[in-house]
């Protein structure tokens, strides 16, 4: 049965009173790229109400290393809302022991967490993945082109014109399911540094090349490592562009009480103080973190 997490009041957007903790058994798993897993968890009272670019706490349980959950974002929901599909890269424990589990097991999730994104209307909705960030974009990508609502009642969103998916990684291996964007409408380019498939690269030198000055308003939407986000953002800082990032914090609750998720964030007056990534994140403008 799910049950509600409560989490401590926040200055700013809090949905943590309204995630569920619950048993998540395991419907679907398999391996879309180099080290990298597909799992589907039966999980309605997460799936019906997640909106793009939140995420989970998952957490095996009957064992204590690791003893702590981990954060997974929502890649998207399937079934009316009853299943929800989360991609992970293999790291450390957690990920670890994740792959190794089967079709029927079970895990305990809560969620769903954390702002998620919200751009308001835009002609262009530019899409910046590096790594694994891309499980954090499918969603918003297919909300703003009208193919899929989100959230419980479903979330009216403003539709872009287009959406563009700029995907850096290290080597061609590490892309996954990267039709997912393409049967969403999505126009897809890739870079890696080896030169291994797409441009030769960084995800800044693609979207040197893939975005002209077209008069277009564009906004960004990014997830990946922090340098890269950095990058990214100094990017869109450059071109006067906003460019909203989701923070891959280390976090040991996601609820807010531990502080273990803190950045920098700077607020109007320019001055900087710790915000919790997991209640007042993971998704801010860019240009108010302290990189
Ligand atoms: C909101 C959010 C959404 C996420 N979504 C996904 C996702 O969809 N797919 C995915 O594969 N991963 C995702 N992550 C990252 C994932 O939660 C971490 O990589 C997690 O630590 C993996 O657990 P692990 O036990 O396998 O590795 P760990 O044993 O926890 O990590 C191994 C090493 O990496 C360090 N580390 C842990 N977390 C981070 C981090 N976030 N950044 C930098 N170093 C870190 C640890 O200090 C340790 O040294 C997300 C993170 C956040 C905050
Ligand atoms: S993870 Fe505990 S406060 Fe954010």
Same mark, same amino acid.
């Given at each position: 049965m799910a049950e509600a997490v409560t989490a401590g009041a926040s200055?700013?957007?809090?949905?943590a009173d309204r995630a569920a903790h619950t048993p998540a058994r395991i419907v679907a798993h398999s391996q879309v790229a180099d080290s990298t897993f597909r799992i589907r968890l039966d999980c309605p009272a997460i799936a019906a109400n997640a909106v793009p670019g939140q995420f989970a706490m998952v957490r095996i349980p009957d064992?204590?290393?690791?003893l702590l959950a981990r954060p997974l974002a929502v890649y998207d929901t399937f079934a009316a809302g009853r299943y929800a599909d989360f991609i992970y890269l293999v790291h450390g424990k957690f990920t670890t022991a994740l792959?190794?589990?089967?079709?029927?097991d079970e895990l305990v999730v809560w969620g769903p967490l954390g702002n998620g994104f919200d751009p308001p209307a835009v002609d262009h909705l530019v899409l910046v993945a590096g790594g694994i960030g891309q499980t954090a974009l499918l969603a918003l990508g297919r909300e703003r082109l009208g193919g899929a609502t989100y959230g419980s009642p479903g979330r009216v969103a403003p539709l872009a014109r287009r959406v563009t998916l700029c995907w850096g990684a290290r080597?061609?291996?590490?892309?996954?399911?990267v039709d997912d964007f393409r049967n969403a409408g999505i126009d897809v380019h890739l870079a890696t540094l080896d030169g291994?498939? *797409?441009?030769?690269? $960084?995800v800044v030198d693609l979207l040197n090349d893939v975005l002209?000055?077209?008069g277009e308003s564009l906004r960004v939407a990014c997830c990946g490592p922090e340098p890269m986000m950095a990058a990214v953002t100094r990017w869109a800082q450059s071109r006067h562009v906003v460019c909203d990032v989701s923070l891959e914090a280390p976090m040991a609750?996601?609820? *807010?009480?531990?502080? $273990?998720?803190?950045a920098k964030v700077r607020d109007a007056e320019g001055t900087w103080d710790y915000r919790r990534t997991c209640v007042e994140g993971p998704v801010f403008d860019g240009s108010t973190i302290e990189w």
């Open positions: 200055p700013t957007a809090c949905y064992r204590n290393d690791p792959k190794d589990m089967s079709v029927g080597h061609a291996g590490m892309f996954g399911d291994s498939t *797409g441009r030769q690269g $960084t002209g000055d077209d609750c996601g609820i *807010g009480i531990c502080f $273990t998720c803190v």
